[in-house]
């Protein structure tokens, strides 16, 4: 079924190469970078390759300071507290992997928390002997203070460090991590925050936050390059902390920063353009990335809204909980299909078959529930919002 024209995308859209067949409403999975900063990825490359050994061994590490100090300063951290790695994913094996558990140490994660983190808590547990801990809170959810509330019924004697998202990626939820971090902290608990949602969706301010370990990609929504993520540790933490690769440096090298400098010769343009982003957000409205974010989550809000209504169904969680997404419950079939993170679901296929619309639709929850996930980037309209319901229940919902 082809439905033309399709909606039009806003007039921020001639900033990014997104194809104009496809009603893009997923910038959350994996992010989409706009062509100017693209093309300032491509000048780095050419600096890197028009003299290797000028730019690695010369130039790079002025770069690479810059880069850092300027994401240091838009997420209220300390230049010498944060470092590049690839993705929030690999921040979180680092972490994990430099700390020393023994058995009955408990690991305390909630049963919001994405599918890859929990597959490394499952990998820490069954080398080392450490429990799991799952605090549990529903979805659709009336109040925020049930999720601090859920996380601290779960902690014990044993609670070494607690792994919170701070916006959920199935159900989009903006968790109140400083609260649940000063809880936490209260009870001598370390807590690492996966914040992949966060950078460029919600103002940051990690050294206010004060978790000991914090983590946030920058392919999201800052809209940078793949391949560059930052990871914070609180000074105190450091000496623990060790790369995934040891390279020159070595593994206990004094600065912090020193280890996770050079892990071998790689394609370092991917963490030099965030810096480029931050300017690029800023030069874009005279409010600056406070503006942009701003926008995008009133057009989340509006989207939510206007889907609920054509749908009949109320809103799933207060407003404060939504940045830049929103999750949506939908009406789950009698069969669930097998679900695997190498292909999307039947339900996201038909809808890009059908009305050529990308967005996520997933299984969460136990039993697993049908949720369906918008995301709200400057380049996305109200007409495409209005399309995609109009889609859901005409064609693929006919029982709303």
Same mark, same amino acid.
């Given at each position: 079924?082809?439905?033309?024209?399709?909606?039009?995308?806003?007039?921020?859209?001639?900033?990014?190469? &997104?194809?104009p067949?496809?009603?893009?409403?997923?910038?959350?999975?994996?992010?989409?970078?706009?062509?100017?900063?693209?093309?300032?990825?491509?000048?780095?490359?050419?600096?890197?390759?028009?003299?290797?050994v000028?730019?690695?061994?010369?130039?790079? +590490?002025?770069?690479?300071?810059?880069?850092?100090?300027?994401?240091?300063?838009?997420?209220?951290?300390?230049?010498?507290?944060?470092?590049?790695?690839?993705?929030?994913? +690999?921040?979180?094996n680092?972490?994990f992997?430099?700390?020393?558990?023994?058995?009955g140490?408990?690991?305390?994660?909630?049963?919001?928390?994405?599918?890859?983190?929990r597959?490394?808590? +499952?990998?820490?547990?069954?080398?080392?002997?450490?429990?799991?801990?799952?605090?549990? $809170?529903?979805?659709? &959810?009336?109040?925020?203070?049930?999720?601090?509330a859920?996380?601290?019924?779960?902690?014990?004697?044993?609670?070494?460090?607690?792994l919170?998202?701070?916006?959920?990626?199935?159900?989009?939820?903006?968790?109140?991590?400083?609260?649940?971090?000063?809880?936490?902290?209260?009870?001598?608990?370390?807590?690492?925050?996966?914040?992949?949602h966060?950078?460029?969706?919600?103002?940051?301010?990690?050294?206010?936050?004060?978790?000991?370990?914090?983590?946030?990609?920058?392919?999201?929504?800052?809209?940078g390059?793949?391949?560059?993520?930052?990871?914070?540790?609180?000074?105190?933490?450091?000496?623990e902390?060790?790369?995934?690769?040891?390279?020159?440096?070595?593994?206990?090298?004094?600065?912090?920063?020193?280890?996770?400098y050079?892990?071998?010769? $790689?394609?370092p343009?991917?963490?030099?353009?965030?810096?480029?982003c931050?300017g690029?957000?800023?030069?874009?409205?005279?409010?600056?990335?406070?503006?942009?974010?701003?926008?995008?989550?009133?057009l989340?809000? +509006?989207?939510?809204?206007?889907?609920?209504?054509?749908?009949?169904?109320? &809103?799933?969680?207060?407003?404060?909980?939504?940045?830049?997404?929103?999750? &949506?419950?939908l009406?789950?079939?009698?069969?669930?299909?097998?679900?695997?993170?190498?292909?999307?679901g039947?339900?996201?296929?038909?809808?890009?078959?059908?009305?050529?619309?990308?967005?996520?639709?997933?299984?969460?929850?136990?039993?697993?529930?049908?949720?369906?996930?918008?995301s709200a980037?400057? $380049?996305?309209?109200?007409?495409q919002?209005? $399309?995609?319901?109009e889609?859901l229940?005409?064609n693929?919902?006919?029982?709303?």
């Amino acid at each position: 079924m082809v439905h033309s024209p399709l909606p039009s995308p806003s007039s921020f859209a001639s900033l990014w190469n &997104l194809d104009p067949d496809v009603v893009f409403l997923n910038h959350g999975s994996f992010g989409a970078c706009p062509h100017p900063i693209l093309e300032r990825q491509n000048i780095y490359r050419q600096q890197m390759e028009q003299e290797p050994v000028r730019f690695f061994i010369r130039e790079l +590490e002025p770069l690479q300071e810059q880069a850092r100090r300027t994401l240091a300063g838009f997420t209220g951290a300390k230049t010498d507290d944060l470092v590049f790695v690839r993705n929030a994913t +690999e921040a979180v094996n680092t972490i994990f992997r430099s700390l020393r558990f023994r058995p009955g140490d408990e690991i305390l994660i909630t049963n919001h928390i994405y599918g890859a983190c929990r597959r490394i808590a +499952e990998y820490i547990s069954g080398q080392t002997g450490a429990r799991i801990r799952e605090a549990c $809170y529903p979805f659709p &959810l009336d109040d925020s203070g049930r999720i601090t509330a859920a996380i601290l019924q779960q902690v014990t004697p044993r609670t070494r460090i607690a792994l919170i998202d701070h916006i959920t990626s199935p159900t989009a939820l903006v968790q109140p991590v400083d609260e649940i971090v000063r809880e936490l902290d209260q009870r001598g608990i370390d807590t690492l925050i996966d914040g992949a949602h966060a950078l460029g969706s919600i103002p940051l301010n990690l050294d206010a936050i004060g978790a000991a370990y914090y983590t946030a990609n920058c392919h999201k929504w800052l809209c940078g390059p793949k391949s560059a993520a930052i990871l914070h540790v609180r000074n105190d933490k450091q000496k623990e902390i060790i790369p995934l690769i040891i390279s020159h440096a070595g593994a206990r090298a004094e600065l912090f920063a020193e280890r996770f400098y050079w892990p071998a010769t $790689y394609d370092p343009s991917p963490i030099l353009c965030p810096a480029d982003c931050v300017g690029f957000g800023n030069s874009l409205f005279p409010g600056g990335w406070t503006e942009w974010m701003d926008r995008n989550r009133k057009l989340t809000l +509006e989207a939510r809204t206007l889907l609920c209504s054509i749908m009949g169904i109320p &809103l799933p969680c207060p407003d404060n909980l939504i940045a830049s997404m929103a999750t &949506l419950p939908l009406p789950t079939p009698d069969i669930i299909p097998d679900i695997s993170y190498k292909r999307t679901g039947l339900f996201q296929d038909m809808l890009i078959n059908r009305h050529h619309i990308e967005v996520p639709a997933w299984f969460w929850g136990g039993p697993p529930r049908q949720i369906l996930r918008i995301s709200a980037q400057l $380049y996305n309209s109200m007409e495409q919002y209005r $399309y995609l319901g109009e889609a859901l229940v005409s064609n693929l919902l006919p029982g709303l």
